[in-house]
């Protein structure tokens, strides 16, 4: 069963759709903060480098600043411009972090010979290599992740071992985290400014927005579902006939697959729409983790869903004067390692994550709870 906590957004809007968790365990206290001694978020590429090219790819090891921030000394440092420079993605500026960045092959000396003027700035190049191009945006598997909660008694040790248990099997809802929405939590709603980057990003927060609340509209739909009958889920949602809501009661899965929803493998594949003919195969395929539906990031050039699951994704449209994508409306952590260290009251939580999920969403899932109601 899902449960549902109120949306810790500015806005104070009847419209606005409450935050759902995955799990329906109590809230679990302990205390974590984000900062380079207790977050530690390590990048792993998409590829192995070719090791010959004209890009020089850089190892570096960033503390305290944000990925535009690094860019933004190195530009200064070897004197060129930030679009020389090629990431997979934006990594947290509170935490010490491991990402790999490319440049023009030229400025290798340059970077050899300011490295310890750069490691008093808080960026250490650990190795350097070469590649056929430049790394692109999403060029990267996932993020492993290393948390340090403090604070934690032997009983809530316990619980969050049996709760990663739960969500390892039954994985998490891929909700943005709030940092994706400023400081005060409400990019989405903010004009263009004239500034490409800073609009750039602030299209990506209206995106982002408009697929939490889709992803919550779902997650409410799923949780009336498993909890009413059939002909009471019709009377909630007209949408839905009452055969419609009888397949939907007969899922076994706590995220019902509707018609048309639009399916990708997991954690890497192609996009594909959901029938009917189709729901055993696909339910065996969804319950074996390798594919899960997806929701809109609204835009141009993207595929939307179809018959039932439009009618649930069309609310949830904006114009968008930016590229559209889809994203996971699930994930699995990996490779997930909880140690709990009773004369410190502390735990250590290791994890991997596909490119494009939080750590922080995955931390309140555990904690049931919101633990980051803005960026700060």
């Not at 390892?168 to 400014?193: I, M, P, S, V």
């Not at 959901?274 to 983790?289: E, I, P, S, Y």
């Not at 994704?313 to 994203?327: A, V």
Request: hydrophobic share 40%; glycine share 6%; charged share 25%.
């Amino acid at each position: 069963m899902l449960q549902i906590m109120v949306y810790n957004a500015p806005m104070q809007n009847e419209d606005l759709l409450p935050r759902f968790f995955s799990a329906s365990h109590a809230p679990i206290e302990f205390y974590f903060k984000k900062c380079s001694r207790d977050f530690v978020v390590q990048e792993e590429p998409l590829y192995a480098f070719s090791q010959s090219g004209e890009h020089l790819i850089a190892h570096v090891r960033k503390k305290d600043k944000t990925t535009w921030e690094m860019l933004s000394l190195l530009s200064q440092v070897l004197g060129c411009k930030m679009s020389a420079f090629g990431y997979a993605g934006l990594k947290d500026k509170n935490a010490l972090t491991f990402q790999y960045i490319s440049m023009p092959k030229a400025h290798e000396k340059a970077l050899s010979q300011h490295a310890p003027t750069l490691y008093e700035q808080g960026v250490k190049i650990l190795n350097t290599t070469a590649h056929t191009h430049k790394i692109r945006l999403g060029h990267l598997k996932g993020n492993h992740f290393n948390m340090r909660l403090k604070k934690l008694t032997p009983l809530n040790a316990q619980k969050i071992a049996e709760v990663l248990e739960i969500l390892q099997e039954k994985g998490f809802l891929n909700y943005f985290g709030a940092q994706r929405f400023g400081r005060k939590g409400d990019n989405f709603k903010q004009a263009h400014t004239g500034k490409k980057k800073l609009d750039k990003f602030l299209l990506s927060s209206q995106q982002s927005f408009c697929f939490n609340q889709w992803l919550s509209s779902r997650a409410r739909l799923n949780a009336f579902v498993n909890n009413f009958n059939p002909l009471e889920i019709c009377q909630e949602y007209p949408q839905i006939n009452l055969e419609q809501a009888k397949a939907l009661k007969a899922q076994p899965q706590d995220f019902k697959l509707l018609e048309g929803d639009v399916l990708c493998h997991y954690p890497f594949g192609k996009y594909f729409c959901h029938t009917a003919q189709d729901l055993d195969t696909n339910l065996d395929r969804f319950r074996a983790k390798s594919l899960v539906p997806t929701g809109l990031l609204p835009g141009f050039k993207v595929l939307e869903a179809k018959d039932l699951a439009r009618e649930f994704e069309e609310p949830f449209k904006q114009e968008i004067d930016s590229y559209g994508d889809r994203r996971f409306a699930l994930v699995y952590p990996g490779e997930v390692d909880f140690l709990y260290l009773s004369q410190e009251a502390q735990g250590q939580l290791k994890f991997f994550l596909p490119k494009g999920a939080y750590a922080t969403i995955f931390l309140e899932e555990i904690a049931h709870q919101e633990l980051f109601s803005k960026d700060v």
